[in-house]
């Protein structure tokens, strides 16, 4: 059974940092592109950033370069999401994602993040 559990959320103040955690069970883990998403109070999810199997090459929305990074850990089937310099707009429920490279895609559960003014 694939379980994705996202960890690390919590409320912060603008210019501070958090570091998310997705915890990948139930897969072989090297052979997923690994995605983080998020969605704002009454908005659509989006794509954050992503870092795919193999050569690990990460991609990043517009918004979130240059503070944000991507990186995994496929010895502990782990995905992080490092970010700093948080703004008020990055508040959102964050969610990991995982597409194995045959196709296939599994969701976490989410987990909040909350940047105040």
């Known amino acids: 059974q694939v379980q994705l559990v996202e960890s690390g959320g919590g409320l912060v103040q603008a210019g501070e940092s958090l570091r998310l955690s997705c915890a990948a069970s139930g897969v072989t883990f090297s052979r997923y592109t690994m995605s983080w998403y998020r969605q704002p109070p009454g908005k659509e999810r989006e794509l954050v950033a992503y870092?795919?199997?193999?050569?690990?090459?990460?991609n990043y929305a517009d918004s979130v370069k240059g503070r944000f990074t991507i990186s995994r850990d496929n010895a502990m089937s782990l995905v992080y999401l490092q970010m700093n310099s948080l703004k008020p707009e990055d508040t959102a429920v964050y969610y990991c994602?995982?597409?194995?490279?045959?196709?296939?895609?599994?969701w976490g559960q989410g987990t909040q993040v909350t940047v105040s003014s």
């Open positions: 994602k995982a597409v194995h490279r045959w196709g296939g895609a599994h």
């Open positions: 870092i795919t199997y193999g050569a690990g090459s990460t």
